[in-house]
Each structure stands twice: as structure tokens, then as C-alpha cells.
């Protein structure tokens, strides 16, 4: 068996964490879609299935997610860094107050895991990779009932 050993991180690897969480902290986590322009290609290329790509896509998915869950933050929990990949677990957790998938808003919480992959080339995430724990979101906020 292989192991990896992650305590040799490079510059860049170093520096593409940063993007990483920049665009989890202020894009996501404030709906600063200004940081968008910055961080990603305009011509990123989306593999979460559902979501459109292109900056202008990541904006609105963002804009989506705040508009169903305002006080929407992601917490970051693991992240590694290998190439020009980043690899993260993080806490999707919020609030609903502004309906979600097409239903009236509940008031009721998330507080999920999704796993992201970001390839970043020049300072930019050029392809993204999501893994939103979505049953887990329909479930936390009564939408699909628990069998007895």
C-alpha cells in the first residue's frame, strides 16, 4: 500500500488552498460575487450535476443558495492541495427563509457535508467538482418524510 505524505506542500499548492477557501469563505459564505470575477475563468467548466457553467453560472448558484438560505456559510473541515487540484469536506449550514427547490420557505436548518474539487491553473478554478449531501437537505428540512 501507497501513502502520501501531505506535509510537502508546495507554494502554489499553498496558494491554491487560499483560492479555495476565499471562494468558500466570501463567495458562498458572504455572496461576494465579486470574488467570482477574481478567482474564477469566465469559462469554468461545471461538473456538479445541475449547474451551469461559466462565471456567470458560480454566480448563480450562489445567488440561488443565499436567496433560499441567507445565513448560508460553508465551514471548512479537511482540505488538501496536490498539483493544481484542491480537494475539500466542508459543513454546508443554513437557515430557510427563502423557499428551496421551488416549495415555500420552513425556517428549518440545514447543516450538511459536501465534498468539492476544484482544478486551478494561473490563480483560477478553471473545473469544479461538487458532492452536496442533498438528501440529507431534503431530509433535515421535513421535505421528504422519514419512514416509520
Same mark, same amino acid.
Given at each position: ?17 487560499? +483560492?479555495?477557501? @476565499? ?10 460575487? %465579486?470574488? /467570482?470575477? *477574481? ?12 449547474? $451551469? ?12 443558495? @443565499?436567496?433560499?438560505? $441567507? ?6 473541515? &479537511? +482540505? ?7 480537494? /475539500? ?7 430557510? *427563509?427563502? #423557499?428551496?427547490?421551488?416549495? $415555500?420557505?420552513?425556517?428549518?436548518? +440545514? &447543516? +450538511?457535508?459536501?465534498?468539492? %474539487? ?8 478553471? *473545473?469544479?467538482? #461538487? ?18
Amino acid at each position: 500500500m501507497t501513502t502520501t505524505d501531505w506535509t510537502d506542500t508546495t507554494d502554489t499548492e499553498a496558494a491554491n488552498i487560499v +483560492i479555495a477557501r @476565499r471562494i468558500f469563505r466570501e463567495g458562498f459564505g458572504q455572496g461576494n460575487l %465579486s470574488v /467570482c470575477d *477574481e478567482l474564477f475563468a469566465a469559462d469554468v467548466v461545471e461538473h456538479q450535476r445541475g449547474n $451551469p457553467s461559466g462565471v456567470d453560472g458560480v454566480k448563480a448558484i450562489i445567488t440561488t443558495l @443565499r436567496g433560499w438560505f $441567507p445565513d448560508f456559510r460553508l465551514d471548512v473541515e &479537511d +482540505i488538501v492541495a496536490r498539483e493544481d487540484m484542491v480537494w /475539500c469536506r466542508s459543513r454546508a449550514i443554513g437557515t430557510n *427563509e427563502g #423557499g428551496f427547490m421551488g416549495l $415555500p420557505p420552513n425556517g428549518g436548518t +440545514i &447543516d +450538511i457535508t459536501v465534498y468539492d %474539487s476544484v482544478r486551478i491553473r494561473d490563480g483560477r478554478v478553471v *473545473e469544479h467538482w #461538487g458532492v452536496p449531501d442533498q438528501l440529507g437537505a431534503a431530509l433535515q428540512l421535513g421535505l421528504i418524510p422519514l419512514p416509520k
